[in-house]
């Protein structure tokens, strides 16, 4: 080309040293080899931190394998697995939780009991359904 030339960057490109050459992408898409990509290919993961194709997320990341990225929050219905680095669901019934076993709020027409799970319906000894807190209350 031309000396003082200004040509345009390959697609997806913000910033790149030549007509197919990038050194980083656009928003929503990440850097491989080079190359700017709407999605990561196999077994990587598109890290919104770097915004770069990685093989695993940055630390405090967590893998959505749905949308193969890297998220600093799991989606609704899932939480950070910080022993596997991935989003992993919660488990039946439970809308928001910490880990596999303490949810801390349920999915529609399920109570949250004492033990943070949640059921379909409550124990019938002694708790009954607080339909307004959507909770299992005790009878006092």
Same mark, same amino acid.
């Given at each position: 080309?031309?000396?003082?030339? @200004? ?79 991935? @989003? ?29 799970? @949640? ?22």
């Amino acid at each position: 080309s031309a000396p003082g030339l @200004c040509l345009s960057c390959p697609p997806l490109c913000r910033e790149c040293t030549n007509l197919t050459s990038c050194l980083s992408c656009i928003a929503q898409s990440y850097l491989s080899n080079a190359s700017c990509l709407p999605a990561c290919p196999a077994n990587y993961f598109g890290d919104s931190m770097t915004g770069m194709c990685m093989n695993k997320c940055s630390a405090g990341y967590f893998v959505d394998s749905g949308a193969n990225v890297c998220v600093k929050t799991c989606f609704t219905g899932y939480y950070g697995n910080s022993s596997t680095g991935n @989003c992993t669901q919660c488990s039946v019934g439970c809308l928001t939780c910490e880990n596999s076993t303490s949810c801390s709020s349920c999915s529609r027409n399920y109570f949250l009991f004492s033990n943070n799970t @949640c059921l379909s319906s409550c124990p019938s000894n002694g708790y009954y359904s607080n339909l307004v807190s959507m909770t299992c209350s005790g009878n006092k």
